[in-house]
Nanobody, 127 residues
Framework: QLPLVESGGGLVQPGGSLRLSCAAP????????IGWFRQAPGKEREGVSC????????NYADSVQGRFAISRDNVKNTVYLEMKSLKPEDTAVYYC????????????????????WGQGTQVTVSS
C-alpha cells in the first residue's frame, strides 16, 4: 500500500480556485496511475480526474471538464489537481488514489480499480 497524503483543501467562495496536492513521502509515484475522487455527504464516491504514470494521458469527469486540470511532477513525486471556477456542488472530501499502471488501460473513474488511498482533504465552496 502506498501511503498517499492529500493537501490543499479549504474554504473558497464560488468562482474561486484551489490546488490540491497528492504525495507519498518516502515513496516514488512514478509507476503509479493516480486518480482524484470526491465524496459529498450522502453521496457515493465519484471519479473526478486521473493521470497516467508518465502524465501523458488524462481523464476528466464531465462535471469538471474545462475547470479542473490534473498534472504530475515525477521529480517531486507529487500529483496536482488545479481547480478553477469552483461551484458549491464541488464541495466534498477529495481523495487521491494510486494503482501501479503505465497506462490508463482501465476504468480510472471506478474507485474499485485503485488499491492505495489517502485520507482525504475537505473542499468547501460557499459564500
Amino acid at each position: 500500500q502506498l501511503p498517499l497524503v492529500e493537501s490543499g483543501g479549504g474554504l473558497v467562495q464560488p468562482g474561486g480556485s484551489l490546488r490540491l496536492s497528492c504525495a507519498a513521502p518516502g515513496y516514488t509515484l512514478q509507476y503509479y496511475a493516480i486518480g482524484w475522487f470526491r465524496q459529498a455527504p450522502g453521496k457515493e464516491r465519484e471519479g473526478v480526474s486521473c493521470v497516467s504514470s508518465s502524465g501523458d494521458t488524462t481523464n476528466y469527469a464531465d462535471s469538471v471538464q474545462g475547470r479542473f486540470a490534473i498534472s504530475r511532477d515525477n521529480v517531486k513525486n507529487t500529483v496536482y489537481l488545479e481547480m478553477k471556477s469552483l461551484k458549491p456542488e464541488d464541495t466534498a472530501v477529495y481523495y487521491c488514489a494510486g494503482r501501479i499502471s503505465f497506462a490508463l488501460s482501465f476504468d480510472c473513474n471506478s474507485p474499485d480499480n485503485f488499491s492505495s488511498w489517502g485520507q482525504g482533504t475537505q473542499v468547501t465552496v460557499s459564500s
